[in-house]
Structures are given as C-alpha cells and as structure tokens.
C-alpha cells in the first residue's frame, strides 16, 4: 500500500490542480425553484454508485440524494432503467421511495449485446406491469456507437418497448442519438402510444415541429445551457411549454456553469432557469407547468 500524498492547499494549488481535483465533486446547489418540479429523467443507481451524494457519505444514499434535490425545488425524480438489473433495481427503489418511479427498458444500445433479446425483452415486460413503473424506456434507436450490424437488432428491440408502452398503458421514453428519422418511421409504423417522451432532446426547430405536432413531449437536459447549443434553445423556443418537460440523465450532461463535474437532480433549477429564458415564459408559471406535465405524463407519485 502507498503512502497517502498531500493535498495541495486552495490556497497553492494550480488552476490545472484545481480543477482536476474538483472535476469528481459535486457543485454547490443552486438557488431553489419558487415552484416544486420533477427530474424526469435520472439515473440514481449510477450517480450514488460512483459519485455518491452531494454533502458525503450517507447510510441511505438514495434517500439523502432525494432529500438535497427536494431543497431546492425538485421533489420528484424518474429513474430511469437502461438494462434488465437497473430496471429492477429502479422498480424496486420506486416502491421504498414516495418521491420516486421508475422507467424500465434495454437501452438501443444493449440490445445488440444480449444473448437473448427475446428473453430480457420478457423480463422487461414484466417490470412494466408494476405499478409504481411508469414508462418504458429509456428505449429508441442510437447510430452514434452502433454500427450498421447491431441496427436490426436495436429496431427489433424499440418495436417491442412500443408494444409493451401500448399493452400496459405506460409512458414510452425515447433515446434518439443521431436517428430522428428512423425515430419517426419507427413510432409512424407501430403506431405511438398515447405519451411519448422525446428524452434529452437532441434536434434542431425542425424536429421538434415533427414531434411537437405528434403530440410528444420534449425533454430538455443540461445540454440546452451549453453554449454551443444554440439549435437546441431554438428548439425549445418552438415547443408548446405544455409539451416541455426537464430532467439532469444524471450523472451525465451537467448544466452551466459546471458542465464536466458530476450531476444529480439538485442541479434541475440551472436548466429550469435556462428554458424560462430561452422561451421567454415567467419563471414561476414554467415551474407550475412543468410540474403539471409530469403529472400527467407519469401519474400521480
């Protein structure tokens, strides 16, 4: 075993050594929301797992991470399964949780991973029928990392969460990296279940007129605060605000000014604050929305 180094202090520290050093910690929370929302999109199980909690170590990570989203505004958090064990795991914590539920699905990437689809695919479906489950996701196509030969596979798989959404009356939640048009083919063919959430929305005005006037909700992560994002304020500026919803897809996407740092549903206010003035809406009124929205979107917690 070495021997533990010395921290520089703030004080000696480079600027190089501070930000490497502050690069795995959480930023301080922002100022709380005058209206409670909901993270729509959030992945507890990775955050706690590697991150831990914002403020250290607690004997209930989960309910200490609740509980510094709460003060500042956010009281209700989806969680969101990318695989059959983080689907259970998820549907699990949704029932020791008041403020949580819970999303199930194989992400468009794993499904060219598995052994058996078919298999996981049933597994899925029966988380979905929980009750405390309420969507299916996050499922969709993403051309990004897959290449050509896991496509039929990843199509294959999407179809089948929109069964699944249609048969048990659930949220379908929708993972699109560099595929809107398959996208729209995909849900034009099955036939859309009755919500549909457009996760992390990544298009341009265009696309969000296509799934605006499908009836999608668009949900807009701590991308919309970057700077180089300005297509993506430009889509959020044409859509409805009853068809926006918010979320962090933590630890990931962190908003400005701390983009690169880990992320949790306490930081929720910062893309809140960023999308009242991309849309030009009252920030009080957003918040009433946004809220409303989820409502009705995942049911009441």
């Not at 249609?166 to 009755?194: M, N, Q, S």
């Not at 908003?255 to 849309?279: D, F, Q």
Request: charged share 25%; with cysteine.
């Amino acid at each position: 075993m070495t021997e533990p180094t010395e921290q520089p202090s703030e004080r000696t520290e480079t600027r190089k050594q501070r930000a490497a050093r502050r690069a795995g910690e959480f930023p301080p929370a922002p100022e709380a929301l005058p209206r409670p929302v909901l993270d729509s999109h959030t992945h507890l199980d990775i955050t706690v797992g590697e991150y831990g909690v914002p403020g250290g170590p607690a004997d209930d990570a989960v309910g200490a991470a609740i509980a510094v989203a709460v003060g500042v505004g956010v009281d209700r958090l989806v969680q969101v399964g990318v695989d059959v064990e983080s689907s259970r795991w998820g549907a699990d914590v949704a029932e020791r949780y008041g403020a949580v539920l819970a999303t199930v699905a194989l992400h468009p990437n794993e499904a060219p991973r598995l052994a058996d689809l078919d298999e996981a695919l049933r597994e899925i479906e029966a988380l979905a029928a929980r009750d405390r489950v309420r969507g299916v996701g996050e499922t969709g196509m993403d051309f990004f990392r897959t290449g050509d030969e896991g496509r039929a596979a990843q199509e294959e798989s999407f179809r089948a969460h929109i069964a699944i959404a249609k048969r048990y009356g659930k949220a379908l939640v929708i993972h699109d990296r560099d595929a809107h048009a398959d996208v729209l083919r995909i849900l034009d063919d099955e036939g859309a279940p009755d919500t549909v959430v457009l996760h992390c929305f990544s298009g341009d005005a265009d696309f969000a007129r296509d799934c605006v006037r499908r009836g999608y909700l668009l949900s807009f992560a701590g991308t919309v605060t970057f700077g180089s994002a300005g297509s993506l304020r430009e889509a959020a500026a044409v859509t409805p605000i009853d068809q926006l919803l918010v979320e962090t897809d933590a630890p990931y996407l962190t908003p400005m000014p701390h983009r690169g740092r880990p992320n949790a549903s306490y930081l929720i206010p910062l893309t809140v604050r960023s999308l009242a003035a991309t849309t030009g809406a009252d920030l009080d009124e957003l918040c009433a929305v946004i809220s409303a929205t989820g409502d009705r979107v995942f049911g009441p917690w």
